[in-house]
């Protein structure tokens, strides 16, 4: 075999495995939509069974639009912040990214985000995307770890900020969701604490390296763990150094913090453009952002896709005190389309031409 044809070869094994990873991404997203359409059906049909369409269509009649649009705008302001975070640490780490590209990232967080169970698939999708790219995994993944680390401080901080000074809707929010906001509370703490440990512990992280090369080992998914671990630690390595690089730049963590609590309180204040298009006024839009930030905090970890059913059921008892019986369920849905249904349909159409984008481009390169 001359080595033209091996060439080729080559070049059509490497096209076949990109198309294969691209089938299986595309299976495993359709999984992840199935579930998340199956708790919504299952969700509508818990909240919805007593409520006629009728009635439903009648007080969505009521409702002013020019509200409900403005609540739109602070969720798509709420993926925009994302993509600040992202272009301010790309910058501090050296990174050349235009901010359209860091945006885009920031919807594709958003739509992974939004069908896997507690989040989980947000940041390793926007990790693998800004690989294709051409980014180091170290900048990547230093990059999306930060932007996660200080979103969940921020969020526990504006949970408990607006805890102290609107104590009393606070107590009646924390009275109803009980509970369910001490675990959301506790884990999300726990989830800090490992964030900040797999950022600057390298004890931390060589230890997770050495338990997963004992595991892949036991069930035989490893044949040469040196190999291995000197690689692994190589990639930790760079990690690092790069996390060094933030550590020493603390002025970068208040500026993407600064974002982030407008990013959160764009997010809370979704609720109260519900609110106000309904025709409601009695209470402040800081009462909103205390009872949404509290809500955000105990449903942000259950183990669902966009925290579907818990995120439903949850708004139902934190809000119970703003609308009347007769439409709280109604403002429960306005709310979740506005800040998690429609914007899923934005990222999703969005990830669509970023992977078909990032895949059509790999293929050309390679033939």
């Not at 999984?31 to 059906?41: E, H, W």
């Not at 949970?159 to 999300?188: E, H, P, Q």
């Not at 059921?313 to 429609?342: E, N, Q």
Request: with cysteine; aromatic share 14%.
């Amino acid at each position: 075999m001359n080595k033209d044809t091996k060439g080729n070869t080559a070049n059509k094994n490497a096209i076949k495995e990109n198309e294969d990873n691209s089938i299986v991404g595309i299976k495993s997203q359709l999984k992840a939509v199935g579930l998340l359409i199956l708790a919504m059906l299952i969700t509508v049909y818990i909240f919805l069974k007593d409520y006629s369409l009728k009635d439903l269509i009648y007080y969505l009649k009521q409702c002013n639009p020019y509200w409900l649009l403005a609540g739109f705008f602070l969720i798509m302001f709420f993926i925009f912040c994302e993509g600040v975070n992202i272009k301010l640490i790309m910058k501090e780490l050296n990174q050349s990214v235009a901010f359209k590209r860091c945006l885009d990232y920031s919807f594709i967080g958003f739509y992974f985000s939004s069908i896997t169970p507690s989040s989980s698939g947000g940041q390793p999708a926007q990790i693998y995307y800004m690989k294709k790219d051409n980014l180091s995994v170290s900048d990547s993944s230093l990059t999306i770890f930060f932007v996660v680390l200080v979103y969940q401080i921020a969020m526990i901080l504006i949970g408990g900020i607006m805890a102290v000074f609107d104590y009393k809707v606070a107590m009646v929010i924390a009275g109803k969701l009980k509970y369910l906001l001490i675990f959301g509370t506790i884990t999300n703490l726990g989830f800090v604490l490992v964030l900040f440990l797999l950022m600057f512990s390298k004890k931390t992280v060589s230890f997770i390296i050495d338990l997963c090369v004992k595991i892949g080992l036991r069930v035989k998914l490893l044949k040469d763990p040196d190999k291995w671990k000197e690689r692994l630690n190589q990639g930790i390595t760079a990690y690092h150094e790069k996390a060094l690089i933030l550590k020493k730049h603390p002025v970068l963590f208040g500026k993407v913090l600064v974002v982030t609590f407008f990013q959160l309180i764009a997010l809370c204040l979704v609720p109260y453009m519900v609110y106000k298009s309904l025709g409601y006024g009695d209470y402040k839009p800081e009462d909103m952002i205390t009872a949404q930030s509290l809500l955000t905090i105990a449903v942000s970890t259950v183990p669902l896709p966009g925290s579907v059913g818990a995120a439903e059921g949850g708004f139902l008892y934190a809000f119970g005190m703003f609308f009347s019986d007769k439409v709280i369920t109604l403002a429960m849905v306005l709310s979740r389309v506005i800040s998690f249904y429609l914007p899923l349909l934005v990222s999703f159409f969005i990830s669509v031409i970023i992977h078909v984008r990032t895949h059509g481009n790999i293929k050309r390169g390679d033939t």
